[in-house]
């Protein structure tokens, strides 16, 4: 197989479909979403039996227990499949939305229209739902899509393409306008990242391998989500019970998710009044602790165990039930501490301080700051975009979580009667 | 000289100082544009002299009268620079602009603030004044900046760099929130465009050659402007007195912009009653014609010269007295022309119909969409947005005329009052 020409066939078809997907109205594309839900319902031996080769051969090539739990297709996560879809095509159209439209001295009318971004190609690992949950929300923004998901996946990718071809034809839609890559071949990773005629977006969805790689070879903008190393700050002006709450919720809530926190800085003031009790709770949670000197101190007095925090762990994203922990001098040795060691991804003070508040809003130059709240709010459906492709850790573009219009751009429109430039 | 150091050292130097930007509020900004227009007018000696030595070494190197023309700095042009630096003080200031700022079922309230995004890396080419509007932007926006012009303008930007300077440090800003690279050692823009770790973001302002260099290069994301190649369409519904006003304009207005007709799209049924009056007027002008063989035989028809458009002609930004013109059946073939040909600047549908003119704004995938308006008025000024840093031709964060909210990003801020995940 020539892979070179085959990306490239999938790309022309890609931005042929994207044409059409642009201007298909809103009730057509809610219901070739439906239609999709329909066929994954009526499909569910077809799916449950390709995922059950790609099961076989995962435990066939070792893959481990955490890998082999992703790519599992249970009923459940079929049902999940189909209400994300629902829900997707519940959600407004983004497309078409005018805004801002003002009159100008010179009498022309001017405001900008909101557009898709044409063709978006995602790259991501085993999970397969997020086959159906990439294509519904490339779908519902008017775009095309062009999807390449992990091989260890292929069966079940391949099982769900064949339901999308279904609901977008019976929606008189392209069944182009989703195209699942057919092949295992590493190489349709560095080509679809390449293809800037006909793609105008990559979004990786991966570890920070597979991201880095991406971001390096493409010659398309990437919307990219690197770490998520977040902090909460507990000021010497917090509530304790609220510092105490979101600190233990911001760690314990899930460890392996991104906007997990996986640093914690107390003010000195305060730190021996807050940690004892934190340290206490996250013991019980089986939550390792690594601290500053300072830190450990306290924790020790209060017989918890804490060991040293290196450099190495201001800068971990462990994605696991273990927490850096520094006392600080104040707001402003925090803010040092996150532009120094933050990944940018969220960061959050608890404070009853005006002043203070709201300079780390103003100040922290994170995707998500907070005041008062949990780390683990940032996320799409916690901030109403009704579903995330992503987090974006860029400032370029989309910052934060990327719902429905990170997938749009919008172009200025004019109106006139006959003006001209004089 | 290290020039890989030396750039490397503008880049800290520019991010320390981008973050005293960001958190610096808008009557300092202000302070220092005003103090950069008081400079340059006290300095206008220096400047009249450091040009004429730009100027000298020109002409010693046989530059042609164009570019000549461009490199000098007359009074007007300081004049223009100062007034340039008061119309960006008196705008609004976009960071710190929080929006759709809403309460979520959780109980959080979830918003969005406009932030800085950081430094701003601008390459650009031999009209010195750039430096000035360059920098104006990028501080009011919150950002650092680091310029590089072309050789030829060195010394008439390094003087300028020395007013920015002292404005800068009137305010009590940092000189380095504006850094003019010193060298003409022509590694400073590969440099430049890798420096990920300091630079957010490139914008390169100048020939196509560059540009596109750059794009190959930068390892950061880049707002680049391609071409301008923008058209006209006029329906068979059109009101021919708008189109043929609209038609003129649009080519005559000025010939060396990218906003500038390029080709002229006429449709079948008009096509006689408003082609021979604008072939007319066009050689009146001196404007060459290159035509379809329909639009050929009318213009002959008519006493005028009209040579054979090639394939090349359709695909032409001339930036001369120079017109395609073709003659199409309607609107869906003028459609396709421009999907085929345009590289989505900006184009213009003439047309009373309200369907067609409604199908062409929401179809036609370009950066500026207009009806019944000269593509002239696809500029910054004109828009609204008080000044431009540049056209984006992108799709991704910023299309069409880029001002101040095109040098930001925006972050989401969430507050609560002790809320966590349950």
Redesign the interface.
Known sequence: MDIKAYMQSLGISARAAG?VM??SDSGVKNKALLAIAGALDEDRALLASANGRDMDNGRSNDLDAALLDRLELTPARIDGMIEGLRQVAALADPV?EVTAM?Y?P?G?Q?GK?R?P??VIGIIYESRPNVTVEAASLCLKSGNAAILRGGSESIHSNQAIAGCIRKGLAAAGLPDTAVQVVETTDRGAVGELVTLSDYV??IVPRGGKGLIERIS?EA?I?VIKHLDGVCHVYIDDKA?L??AF??A???KT?RYGVCNAMETLLVAEGVAEAVLPRLAAAYAEMGVEMRGCEQSRAIIAASKQACSAASEDDWLAEYLAPILAIRVVADMDAAMDHI?KYSSRHTE?I?TEDYTRGRRF???V??????????T???DGF???LGAEIGIST????A???VGLEGLT?????????????E
Chains 1, 2 share one sequence.
Do not use: C, W
């Open positions: 044409r642009a201007r078409g003002n100008r010179s022309i001017v229209m557009v971004l044409g105008d977006v390096r010659t903008p509530d019970e609220k709450n979101i233990f919720n911001a809530h532009e959050a608890v809003l103003n100040e130059d994170s995707s998500s700051v907070m005041i008062n709240a949990s683990r709010f940032a916690e901030y109403g860029d400032k370029i573009h910052r934060g979580p751009s919008q172009k200025y429109i004019v109106l006139g009667d006959g003006h001209i430039r």
